[in-house]
């Protein structure tokens, strides 16, 4: 028996992170000395995607990890924590992350390799949808915002123009009723065109 047929096997043919029974491939989690079933996971084609291309993440499609991180296969649950900590600007991921334990040895494995979030993709201030956030670019608050300090609410649905990026990749600076105030980017969604 081959790897994709041990993995269809252990993963009853259905992708081992979003339970797809379409498009079925072998995925090999990194660091990999050798090639073997513990080292792999059975992903489809729109997961294995978004893992290699950050950039096509959709943090929606990820709601799966909420179960997928509780297998009992190591392998997927490094995929699991490495897939949550690059949407760890996501509330709910951010909390799964809280609750999620890892054996010693499976912790190590998953801090391993960067090969998922390079470390300039982590300084990048991304928006709600995962979209990267420029000095300049405009931004859509997409949840009303109580300012602390200020007697104000953000509304949803304000445009906020030309802001400006903060050390910390979670915030950005902007202009909202008159006030320069700093907002989270996870309420945010970049303005196209």
Same mark, same amino acid.
């Given at each position: 028996?081959?790897?994709?047929? /041990?993995?269809? $096997? ?6 081992? &992170?979003?339970? +797809?029974?379409? =498009?079925?491939?072998?995925? #090999? ?61 996501? /509330?709910?991921? $951010? ?6 334990? &890892?054996?010693? +040895?499976?912790? =190590?494995?998953?801090?391993? #390799? ?80």
């Amino acid at each position: 028996m081959n790897i994709e047929q /041990a993995l269809r $096997q252990r993963a009853d043919s259905r992708c081992e &992170l979003c339970h +797809s029974d379409s =498009h079925l491939g072998v995925y #090999e989690v990194p660091p990999v000395n050798m090639i073997s079933t513990e080292h792999c996971v059975l992903v489809c084609a729109t997961c294995r995607e978004q893992i290699e291309d950050p950039e096509k993440m959709t943090p929606h499609h990820w709601h799966c990890l909420n179960e997928t991180m509780w297998s009992q296969e190591p392998a997927v649950q490094v995929l699991a924590w490495r897939l949550l900590n690059r949407l760890r600007s996501e /509330a709910w991921s $951010q909390e799964l992350l809280d609750i999620l334990y &890892l054996e010693e +040895s499976v912790q =190590h494995w998953a801090e391993a #390799e960067t090969d998922l979030v390079s470390e300039d993709e982590q300084e990048l201030t991304r928006d709600s949808n995962g979209a990267v956030l420029n000095n300049g670019d405009n931004v859509i608050i997409i949840k009303d915002l109580a300012v602390k300090g200020a007697r104000f609410t953000a509304k949803r649905g304000t445009v906020v123009r030309n802001i400006s990026l903060t050390p910390n990749p979670e915030h950005i600076e902007g202009r909202v009723n008159g006030t320069r105030i700093v907002l989270l980017s996870c309420f945010l969604k970049k303005q196209m065109g």
